[in-house]
């Protein structure tokens, strides 16, 4: 198994999400995490005894929690923070319950290392079979966030996706949906900078709460399992039926060791741009939008056709 190097936060999830103003300054104002009781630059190792099973990190913009045995990713929030490219309202929004890699009951048991730096946060901690990794920014929105795993037999590892229930105000509680400024696009050819970017159908999540927030799943060699038991009918531009096996609260995805889930807030979740090109060790950034994307955006409320169900398998 190759070492995965560790490398700035930024230029990482940039390629990550397929646009280098994936998180602008604008958007990161005043951000930086703190987690194990650290802030500020800080790049340790900490052994299992130092490690809590469960630790909080903690930003201006972002909070999550993380799982040490696993680094699966709980409670992932956006704070509602004053900022210029706010998404939420200025609300408080819960957006995922959890993001879960499936390490085979392999527990990840060495050392936890941890890097905070530029408002970016690394984690990384391997097991007897697998490395994981977790990179964050924190920031009001872009490609802020994304996880790897790289397995000792090279096999695909299963990340399960679940958005959070807001059970105080519904309209907060974010789903998955067909984009239908995409679906109502399909098959046309937008300009790319000095090229062409060809208009495919788009799943994205939002809420009933704010116009702004939307979001969408932002793979790198990993594929979205087809969910039989949510079987959703979208009308395309012409009229007709599409099937879309997709659930309103729940993505699961079989990742290649080496390969990376990512999230992507905003405007970036909403433009016609090409995914990342295929990386699985040492990514960098290479896909360099630079506003050369036009951007669709989305509906908003979005329609209940549109919306897919059911919430999970």
Partial sequence: MNLLKLVTVAAVLAAATGSAAAATSAACTNGGFSALGRSGKVKIELSGSQIPATFA?????????????????????????????????????PVFASKVPDLRGTPLTGK???????????????????????????????GIFQMEAERDDDKPTLFTHTLATNTQNSNITPFYFDNRNFRNREGDVLPFGDAFMTVTARVNFGNDFSGRF?????????????????????????GLPVSVKHCGGVSRWD?????????????????????????????????????????????FPVAPADRLQPRAP
């Fill in 57 to 93: 990190v903690k930003g201006r913009y972002v909070e999550f929690d993380v799982d040490s045995a696993t680094l699966a990713v709980r409670n992932y929030v956006l704070t509602g923070a004053a900022n210029a490219l706010d998404i939420t309202g200025g609300v408080r929004t």
């Fill in 112 to 142: 936890l290392e941890l890097e905070l730096k530029d408002g970016g946060l690394v984690l990384r901690r391997k097991g007897g079979a697998v490395d994981m990794k977790i990179q964050a920014k924190d920031c009001a929105q872009g």
């Fill in 214 to 238: 939307v979001g969408r799943d932002s793979p790198q060699l990993a594929t979205r399992r087809s969910e039989a038991t949510c079987n959703n009918t979208i009308v395309n531009r012409n």
């Fill in 255 to 299: 990742v290649q060791s080496g390969g990376r889930m990512g999230m992507v807030l905003g405007e970036d979740a909403v433009e016609v741009a090409p995914s990342a090109s295929e990386c699985d060790a040492d990514c960098q950034a290479r896909n360099q939008v630079n506003g050369k994307a036009v951007v669709l955006g989305f509906p």
